[in-house]
């Protein structure tokens, strides 16, 4: 049988999703607790990677596994939470069909990048900390240009593996929080290290540094060359991840609200 | 000329406030980046300790110094923020007439400790995981014994410094959060060890291992026999220091905000 698993995790102490050898990450963490709380050997597989410390307050993972007349899912929920080191969390377990993918099937996904404007020593590890509010309508602006379909070679880290850099980018656009800034950004699908270089270019357009046609320029040219720098990993976080309807349960994600709750 | 400096803290690498030997603490970390920053010897009294692990979203302190022709508080302010840890942030200093005392002044004090009913990756380092909801009626009905003037020796932890352990509580109760549980109690002053201790015996009513009735005969016992064990640190938040009017400008605590904004 197949299952979805949902999920969140605090990124900082861990190099990513992806399993490597040596390192520590959370799909590593995942099986482990995974194969001892089923006992069985268990591997998943997500809906993407994330990079090392970045967060995630929803992510998904399918597995196959034989649950038998074993224990039900809310009870491996239970059984998996109190194995697993507790920055890592799980609320949602369900089948699904057999061929269903984590990541084939998954129609979109969003990414949040916070930002904090007052020093909050309750958020050092999941915001990035500016002293000055950075020029948000020029940055909506430029963010403005990425709605629709484009190629992403110029935002992407070009380390290989993508057959292509096209993304269909459904919102992209900074908020207002209590305490700083939230870029959001939705798209069927993300190239490596995507979110970080283009919150890193529209930090340049919010200090002034380049205009939005500049940074549009910087998309169109299709080059990695005059994009910024990456905006550093504590800020990230992937939000959601969306599937057709029916696949998953409506629960599995409040809309308008976090997945999982902070402070 | 004497200063009162608003600041917040995530104790989770501190031995608390009280600057102690060979101990990393607040005090000790405040006192040293206060001293480069205004180029003279500066020692903080802070409005109380806080224990190994507490946080706090508002406490003062408060030193002597001669600023003269030198920065604005602003300005000290700036370079306190950049010189301090990033788990240390101060967001206000003032000026305040000589006899001024962080301590005696002190009106009253307000503790929040945070309990997170779901699992929460974000969370770990702020608050108390219950696998259950608790009996938040009979919590209540338990806090609200402690409505008034008592001797809370039967909440202390007995480690001798105080001359006497009569508290005044004008506030004590718990609170629906998004993601769990908050109880909040605001008193005079508070004895060692005291907000743990209650919050301990007061999730003993809410598992319904003491009836409210018992909460209430603990107290008046004055003995520290029956109580329950301490609730963790981490949950466990100084969130509020009060003045007399006019000793702290308003500002410096928005009434019905957190003094420091969390995401």
Redesign the interface.
């Known amino acids: 049988m197949r299952y979805f698993l949902h999920l969140?995790?605090?990124g900082t102490q861990y190099h990513g999703w992806q399993v490597q050898p040596n390192t520590l990450t959370v799909q590593l963490e995942l099986e482990r607790c995974l194969t001892q709380v089923l006992r069985q050997p268990i591997h998943v597989m997500g809906s993407g990677r994330t990079d090392s410390g970045v967060?995630a307050?929803h992510q998904v993972a399918h597995f196959d596994a034989e649950l038998g007349e074993g224990p039900d899912e809310a009870t491996v929920v239970?059984r998996l939470?109190r194995a697993l080191p507790?920055?890592?969390?799980?609320?949602l377990l369900h089948a699904v069909p057999e061929r269903a993918h984590a990541r084939f099937d998954a129609e979109a996904r969003t990414y949040e990048y916070?930002v904090?404007l007052?020093?909050?020593?309750?958020?050092?590890n999941?915001?990035l900390?500016l002293?000055r509010m950075p020029d948000v309508a020029a940055m909506n602006e430029a963010a403005a240009c990425m709605l629709g379909s484009f190629d992403f070679t110029s935002f992407s880290k070009v380390k290989g593996g993508e057959n292509h850099y096209v993304c269909v980018c459904y919102e992209a656009g900074w908020h207002h929080?209590?305490?700083g800034l939230m870029f959001r950004i939705r798209s069927n699908r993300f190239v490596r290290g995507m979110v970080r270089l283009v919150v890193g270019t529209l930090l340049l357009v919010g200090r002034g540094k380049l205009t939005p046609a500049e940074f549009k320029a910087i998309l169109l040219a299709q080059s990695r060359v005059d994009a910024g720098g990456a905006a550093p990993a504590q800020g990230l976080f992937l939000s959601r991840v969306e599937y057709p309807l029916g696949l998953v349960p409506e629960a599995a994600v409040p809309v308008g609200?976090p997945y999982?709750?902070?402070?």
């Open positions: 969140a995790y605090e967060h307050s239970y939470n507790k920055d890592i969390a799980t609320r916070h904090r007052v020093p909050d020593p309750f958020s050092v999941h915001s900390y002293d929080t209590p305490g609200m999982f709750v902070t402070r």
